[in-house]
């Protein structure tokens, strides 16, 4: 038995659909092992990725090793100095170990500066390799469900080869997000 079924076709809305502002918070792992082309490869992307960015949209870049930095205060797109933000984020270097905890906790401070009704994603850039702070994935991934009741999402990047995916992975699902992996500099 084969059954065909053809949807009529869509009339076409002409009229552009107004996109409610969004609040993004860039946590990126500075650590020692974010070297040999891993974090040129994040830094790249996230300078990339700016133009694309509405206008009313909010940009906060928070960095972190063992301390935590932020780098830019959650900051309205058209209130930006582009420039300037592309010369902070290409002077971003590896530093010491690795304190994940510390850095998502400043993003989480910079995602609840947003507008009310504004919704916030923090996207996790890092290679997961967290020695120092908390460092279980259950703990972490606890923090990032707490962030949903303040409409806070949480999305991880793995960056490398041999980045851990337990913490990332734990975040990203509990924090109601997405988990994506670049293995090699090419993807």
């Known amino acids: 038995?084969?059954?065909?079924?053809?949807?009529?076709?869509a009339p076409a809305d002409e009229t552009p659909k107004?996109?409610?502002?969004?609040?993004?918070?860039?946590?990126i792992d500075r650590s020692g092992s974010m070297g040999g082309g891993r974090l040129e490869l994040v830094k790249q992307t996230i300078i990339d990725m700016l133009p694309r960015l509405g206008q009313d949209d909010y940009l906060s870049v928070?960095?972190?090793?063992?301390?935590?930095?932020?780098?830019?205060?959650l900051t309205q797109i058209k209130d930006a100095k582009l420039a300037e933000l592309r010369?902070?984020?290409?002077?971003?270097?590896?530093?010491?170990?690795?304190?994940?905890?510390?850095?998502?906790?400043?993003?989480?401070?910079?995602?609840?500066?947003?507008p009310a009704g504004v919704e916030s994603t923090i996207v996790?850039?890092?290679?997961?390799?967290?020695?120092?702070?908390?460092?279980?994935?259950?703990l972490l991934g606890q923090l990032a469900a707490a962030a949903t009741e303040h409409l806070v999402t949480t999305s991880t990047l793995g960056i490398g080869e041999g980045y851990d995916e337990t913490i990332l992975d734990a975040m990203s699902i509990s924090g109601t997000g997405n988990h994506f992996a670049a293995?090699?500099?090419?993807e």
């Open 18 to 27: 107004a996109r409610e502002p969004k609040g993004i918070v860039f946590v």
């Open 124 to 138: 996790l850039l890092s290679d997961g390799q967290a020695n120092d702070g908390t460092t279980d994935p259950v």
């Open 183 to 186: 293995y090699r500099l090419e």
């Open 87 to 114: 010369a902070t984020i290409g002077n971003i270097s590896t530093g010491g170990s690795t304190n994940l905890e510390t850095g998502y906790r400043h993003g989480l401070a910079e995602a609840a500066k947003a």
């Open 1 to 9: 038995l084969m059954f065909e079924v053809n949807a009529p076709e």
């Open 62 to 73: 928070v960095t972190f090793d063992n301390h935590a930095r932020v780098e830019l205060p």
